[in-house]
């Protein structure tokens, strides 16, 4: 069963750091493209982060740029959301992302894990 | 402000036909596909519509999409009360080298 799950949400200070991850299972990660999704309270989803099969190419949107770090282990079957000198405006729930079945949409979402940002 | 605009809410009964629209610019829109994502509050965002009006397997034949100049549509018939969500357009936007959702429409069903 292709299957992704993320991990390492929690409360944090603003200013602070986490760590998010993203397990993937039931296909050949390394071949594949992975993206981080984000939702705030009360509004829309919003795109954080792309990330190339081999790591090749990255992006950001601007709400992140220089913030954010994505990054993957393909040993590990693993995505990674480094987040640094986070806001209040970063509390969101985080879904990791891929596109597996040649739509090069984002065809396959994990569940999501819960960020936020308060003192 | 997304540079994908669709109204905040739409609503039918069931049954009945109902289309979303989402616009944008020409310079937004231009040759870029447009993706459609169907998201209950509380589970993972499902991807409906790609490459402007393609179904990934699974998607039932009732959602249709197209796409025509500067905006796109979502067409939902045969309405059923378990199609109550929050529908977004989406794009990969070459000019920021990302991905952009549109606001979002919330759909009801009466």
């Known amino acids: 069963e292709v299957q992704l799950v993320e991990s390492g949400g929690g409360l944090v200070k603003p200013g602070g750091s986490l760590r998010l991850s993203c397990a993937a299972s039931?296909?050949?990660?390394?071949?594949?493209?992975m993206n981080w999704v984000r939702q705030a309270p009360g509004k829309g989803l919003e795109w954080v982060s792309y990330?190339?099969?081999?790591?090749?190419?990255?992006y950001y949107g601007d709400s992140v740029k220089g913030r954010f770090t994505i990054s993957r282990d393909n040993a590990k079957n693993s995505l990674y959301l480094q987040m640094n000198s986070l806001r209040a405006e970063d509390t969101a729930v985080y879904y990791c992302?891929?596109?597996?079945?040649?739509?090069?949409?984002?065809?396959?979402w994990g569940q999501g894990t819960t960020v936020t940002v308060s003192s | 402000q997304s540079v994908l605009t669709q109204p905040p809410s739409a609503s039918g009964t069931p049954g009945q036909r109902v289309t979303i629209s989402c616009s944008g610019s020409?310079?937004?829109?231009?040759?870029?596909?447009v993706y459609w994502y169907q998201h209950l509050p509380g589970t993972a965002p499902k991807l409906l519509i790609y490459?402007?009006?393609q179904r990934p397997s699974g998607v039932p034949d009732r959602f249709s999409g197209s796409k025509s100049g500067t905006s796109a549509s979502l067409a939902i018939s045969g309405l059923r009360s378990e199609d109550e969500a929050d529908y977004y357009c989406?794009?990969?936007?070459?000019?920021?080298?990302?991905?952009?959702f549109g606001g979002g429409t919330k759909l009801t069903v009466l």
């Open positions: 992302a891929s596109d597996i079945y040649d739509t090069n949409g984002m065809d396959v």
């Open positions: 039931g296909f050949t990660f390394s071949s594949y493209s």
């Open positions: 990330i190339s099969s081999g790591s090749s190419f990255i």
């Open positions: 020409s310079s937004t829109f231009g040759p870029n596909y």
């Open positions: 490459r402007n009006n």
């Open positions: 989406a794009i990969w936007d070459d000019s920021l080298s990302g991905r952009v």
